[in-house]
């Protein structure tokens, strides 16, 4: 009803005749330019459900607004599926997506090697003694109750069960830990967000339901 509404162009002072609406003899109810205002608001809600309704459709992509190319040229995900109901993710350039294969020199790439690739260099970094110490420093200045023993545990906690972690949790750790990652000639470079690594040892503190969890994997490694 409310959709109608706003659509009624009786109320701009108009009449509908054959399919076309004409000036009629009443006096309009709003003027053109609240009119103009509200439609420009329609349509662009419009635009933003049916990109929310496209992003629904396809699968989780880990690097969603993560992935640059070397020149600055941001990648995002899509993905084909073949005769047989086979899928394929990949990430794509975006002015390709846009403007056509020949609006950049970088290619389609598979997403699923560039996410495992990106995945290891998270569960080294969480066992690496340089990154752990960068990050007991980063939250001695922000959290200083925090102990460094405590972040150092927590850090190998979640180290010890990187791997039997639910591929949702690891791209939820990846979303939170890297600010963006870019594709070089040489392999890839990682930019951290270093305000998502207190938080993830926050998460992972003794009493959190965190660190339960992380004691949970631990039992069940030992009696396996």
């Known amino acids: 009803m409310l959709y109608k509404l706003m659509h009624n162009r009786i109320y701009l002072g108009e009449i509908l005749h054959k399919g ?3 000036a009629g003899q009443h006096q309009a109810l709003i003027d053109q330019d609240l009119w103009d205002a509200v439609h420009a608001i329609l349509a662009e809600n419009n635009r933003q459900r049916a990109s929310e309704t496209l992003q629904r459709r396809q699968p989780e992509a880990m690097l969603l607004g993560l992935f640059y190319a070397q ?3 941001r990648f995002q995900p899509a993905f084909t599926r073949k005769a047989n109901g086979k899928m394929y993710r990949n990430y794509v350039p975006i002015r390709k997506v846009r403007f056509g294969a020949k609006a950049t020199g ?3 790439l598979p997403a699923e090697p560039i996410e495992q690739l990106v995945l290891a260099q998270v569960h080294a970094a969480l066992k690496a003694p340089e ?5 007991c420093d980063k939250v001695a200045a922000s959290t ?3 102990t460094e023993p405590e972040v150092v545990l927590a850090l190998r906690h979640l180290g010890n069960v990187w791997e039997q972690l639910f591929p949702a949790e690891r791209q939820r750790i990846v979303q939170l830990l890297i600010e963006r990652v870019t594709l070089r000639d040489e392999g890839i470079e990682i930019n951290w967000r270093d305000v998502g690594w207190a938080t993830l040892v926050g998460e992972m503190l003794p009493g959190t339901i965190g660190a339960e969890l992380a004691e949970v994997e631990k039992m069940q490694e030992a009696l396996a």
């Open 131 to 135: 990154v752990v110490q960068s990050v």
């Open 144 to 146: 200083p109750e925090v």
């Open 106 to 108: 970088a290619g389609r």
């Open 71 to 73: 020149d600055g040229e």
């Open 20 to 22: 076309k609406y004409y």
